[in-house]
């Protein structure tokens, strides 16, 4: 959810950039009837919680709309982001059983509508449910060229115990491995990135520390999988959308992988 609420706060700022605005995110628990149900297949009737984002920026189109859930599809100009932030708040909302809906008008503003049903955990005698999250100590570079996405990665990470050096510039990202390869015990990158793919910058960074572990993370996995990524001699390999207890669990086990060194040949 924290993704969901960084990428759409992070395009209500750049509808915004130009002029300024005032953005409003609202929360409120409300019943989903059978009928607005049947119209936004997976919601089913219920109680749900509607979070709301709305920009007064230079609104949507009525073509662009129509697409802007659609992977890799951006107005964005070449290097601020490959259209992905939008499709990944989709798949997060749907896999949840909930929807999203959009509403735009031209330089009036746009508004996102989020629905997510209810769910009541399972508690402990005293009340409080326990989650156990996959904390863990070390230092990762975390590459996502999709800066809320780069920020919500950073804050999981950060939750759980480690410290994260985040760039949203993959060629930005190589530069710095490069002045200090030893300050880093994980690289995480994502694969499709303007500049230098993830595999890309994956190459590189093992050119330069061969025993350095490396995660891939995709939200569009036609140009590559986890078993062509296990092949490349990646550690692991992740897909988009990322949770909390995937992400840690994760970067838990790679951690705790015996290293590589060459010359322990």
């Not at 059978?34 to 189109?61: E, K, M, Y």
């Amino acid at each position: 959810m924290h993704q969901v609420l960084m990428n759409l706060c992070a395009n209500a700022e750049h509808a915004m950039r130009q002029h300024g605005g005032l953005l409003e995110v609202r929360l409120e628990a409300v019943r989903v009837d059978a009928v607005f149900a049947s119209h936004h297949p997976p919601l089913r009737s219920g109680p749900h919680v509607r979070l709301i984002v709305r920009d007064t920026g230079h609104g949507i189109p009525p073509e662009v709309r129509a697409r802007i859930f659609d992977p890799f599809f951006t107005t964005k100009a070449v290097g601020e982001g490959t259209g992905m932030g939008l499709a990944v708040v989709h798949g997060i909302i749907t896999n949840h059983d909930g929807a999203i809906l959009v509403e735009s008008q031209p330089m009036q503003g746009t508004t996102f509508t989020v629905y997510l049903p209810q769910w009541m955990d399972a508690t402990t005698e005293g009340g409080q449910a326990i989650v156990e999250l996959p904390a863990g100590r070390g230092r990762i570079l975390f590459v996502d060229d999709e800066a809320a996405l780069t920020r919500a990665g950073q804050a999981i990470l950060s939750r759980l115990g480690y410290t994260v050096t985040a760039h949203t510039n993959s060629r930005e990202a190589l530069a710095c491995f490069r002045s200090a390869p030893e300050a880093f015990d994980l690289v995480i990158t994502d694969q499709t990135m303007p500049h230098m793919t993830g595999e890309a910058l994956s190459q590189a960074v093992r050119q330069i520390r061969p025993d350095i572990p490396i995660i891939l993370c995709t939200g569009f996995s036609h140009v590559i999988t986890k078993e062509t990524a296990l092949s490349m001699g990646l550690n692991a390999f992740l897909q988009k959308p990322l949770t909390m207890h995937d992400l840690g669990e994760t970067v838990q086990r790679v951690l705790d992988q015996p290293v590589y060194r060459p010359a322990d040949r």
